[in-house]
């Protein structure tokens, strides 16, 4: 029995050294933990500030990448005018549909002013020589120039230059429609921006009434049946034209109303609903316009006029395509109320006041290129920073 006891005596004091030896492991495995888990919350703390670091780097290189990007599209612009004189009429058609889309997408005002005249020249070869597609594509170049270099002598100088042919091809009636077509959106495009003279827009607006007057008849209730491949012309005159008469002196406007609102309804029977909806439009621009001569405007057959509007904006009928009897009923239906109750088109189309923009405040409005620079550079670093938050997934995960 005792030697029993001596013998248990070491497995109890061994057992107390392990368990002795085994608590300062964990006491050690603790504080091994704890650092650990300070480390990884300092690393984590730390993320932010990683991350709005490597967002402040990347703001540089993007602003460096813009800036290369824009010297890059201007020498692919340099090749492309270059391109406009070469013998090819696939090669020019190529240079002028790369043009346009340089000009719709950027803002290269600078870029131009110190081209234009080349431009201008090349241009106004394509239209003299060119033929169907290539002076459709001169034409919507020309258009998209102007509101580029903008109002101002520049801008009115290039219109000036070009303004003869594009009437020139707009009342040639062998011409191409599509080239006659993108001529007539730049003439109203180029007259409403560049022209400062008001013989320059009574010029223009004579040219294109002269163009849809042809789709309309002298007296009836009904338009002459005009070719299919027409319609896409007559549309854009009028739209043209229509925006033209917003800038139109009213003593030039009377003389229009008493000619064009008897046989613009006419063309509310057209087999085009792109047609019908740019007609129905331009009536109610007369309307309006009229109703601002004279409070108390009368319009002699306003019941036919309003039975028809009426037809059209209910109009269900099956052999129409759904997409285009929506678009119809949707701009009929305010045309009506408009014609109707005499309120204002911009009170039915919510398009606010009135916005007059003269030569002076499109100057003070014009912001110098280190000013687009900023802005350039702060939009390039709300992207990046909404970029890195969607993409980045290591801040979450620490």
């Not at 719709?104 to 241009?123: G, I, K, Q």
């Not at 009929?332 to 911009?346: C, D, G, I, S, T």
């Amino acid at each position: 029995m005792p030697r029993a006891r001596k013998d248990s005596a070491p497995r109890k004091g061994g057992q107390r050294r392990r368990g002795g030896a085994q608590s300062s492991i964990q006491a050690d495995s603790g504080s091994s933990e704890d650092e650990a888990a300070s480390e990884a919350r300092s690393t984590t703390s730390d993320c932010p500030s990683l991350l709005s670091t490597i967002a402040e780097d990347s703001l540089g290189g993007d602003a460096v990448d813009e800036q290369g990007q824009q010297e890059d599209l201007e020498e692919k612009l340099k090749e492309y005018v270059d391109r406009l004189t070469d013998k090819s009429a696939k090669t020019r058609q190529g240079a002028l549909e790369s043009l346009r889309l340089a000009l719709a997408s950027r803002l290269l005002p600078d870029f131009l002013l110190e081209r234009r005249l080349t431009l201008a020249d090349a241009l106004e070869k394509c239209l003299k020589k060119g033929k169907g597609e290539e002076q459709a594509l001169a034409a919507a170049v020309v258009g998209l120039l102007c509101v580029q270099l903008g109002p101002g002598p520049k801008g009115e100088e290039l219109f000036h230059s070009l303004q003869p042919l594009l009437v020139s091809v707009l009342s040639d009636s062998t011409a191409s429609p599509a080239a006659r077509l993108h001529c007539a959106s730049a003439l109203g495009l180029g007259c409403y921006v560049a022209a400062a003279d008001v013989q320059d827009l009574v010029a223009c607006l004579t040219c294109l009434e002269s163009v849809f007057s042809r789709s309309c008849g002298v007296s009836g209730p009904t338009a002459p049946v005009a070719p299919a491949s027409l319609h896409g012309l007559f549309c854009a005159v009028l739209q043209a034209w229509a925006l033209l008469l917003t800038i139109c002196p009213s003593t030039h406007v009377s003389h229009i109303l008493d000619r064009q609102l008897p046989r613009l309804p006419q063309l509310l029977s057209s087999e085009s609903v792109n047609l019908r909806i740019a007609a129905g439009e331009t009536i109610a621009l007369l309307f309006e316009l009229a109703r601002d001569l004279e409070e108390d405007f009368i319009y002699e057959d306003m019941d036919a006029l309003c039975s028809a509007l009426r037809t059209l904006a209910t109009d269900s009928s099956k052999y129409r395509a759904k997409s285009d009897r929506r678009r119809q009923r949707s701009t009929f239906r305010a045309v009506l109320h408009f014609v109707e109750n005499n309120e204002l088109l911009r009170d039915i189309f919510g398009l606010g006041p009135v916005l007059v923009l003269d030569a002076t405040a499109l100057k003070a409005c014009k912001t110098s290129r280190f000013e687009k620079h900023l802005y350039n550079a702060a939009a390039f670093k709300a992207r990046t920073k909404a970029r890195s938050r969607m993409r980045d997934k290591r801040a979450d995960i620490l």
